[in-house]
């Protein structure tokens, strides 16, 4: 089911991409609003853009249809500057140049889809300011770990999903976890390859807690936690 829901759903971008990036670009937009406080800015030459965004509040949610959509194959660093306090709906949707990207502390929700299919980010660590993290945001990407503190409050389902090369994911709440599919961030969380890192002094919180008591290997060895 997971599987027939996720093939749908990269049929429906890679047809959107296609016909994005198959319109002209010779007057491609670099630079404008994406908030109501919130400037974006390309930069460098083709095919090596940064992508920057500035400025204070949320960031607006899309279908696809992010201003820099036509140029995102050519995007490969993104510069998030502290100050904003969201990233909208699929924001950085197949921007698959993209290797790393840090999330400024300023940052309180990570959209539906925000880095799905975001093929050359190979780790994330989610500020302490961070309560919410949607659906599919992280879907599809190279991830090998992930870095959740206690501050997260909900996981939308399938955010981490399809990222095979997972074999680290730290998390720092030092009682009940919340109850989420965490666990699609791997093809399977019995896998003996993936170590799930949790505070000290908290293997019997996670061992009974439903859904996480199911990682094979814990490891109590964050100190960081709130």
Known sequence: MKK???????????????????????????????????????????PDFALTISGTGDMYNYRDNAPWRSQRSNIKSLVLHDGMTSIGDNAFVLCKGV????????????????????????SITIPNSVVAIGMDAFAECSLTSVTIPSSVKTIGRYAFIMNRNITDIFVSWTTSPPETSIFDIVVTYK???????IPQGTLDVYRSARRWKNFINMVEDVTNAE
């Open 4 to 46: 027939r829901i996720l093939k749908k759903t990269m049929k429906f971008y890679i047809m959107l991409a296609f016909f994005g990036l198959s319109a002209s670009t010779a007057n491609a937009q670099t630079s404008g609003m994406c908030g109501d406080s919130l400037t974006w800015t390309l930069t460098g030459t083709k």
């Open 99 to 122: 290797t790393s990207v840090t999330i400024p502390n300023s940052v309180k929700t990570i959209g539906r889809a925000a880095f799905l299919f975001c093929n050359g980010l190979t």
């Open 191 to 197: 896998s003996k390859r993936v170590t799930l890192h």
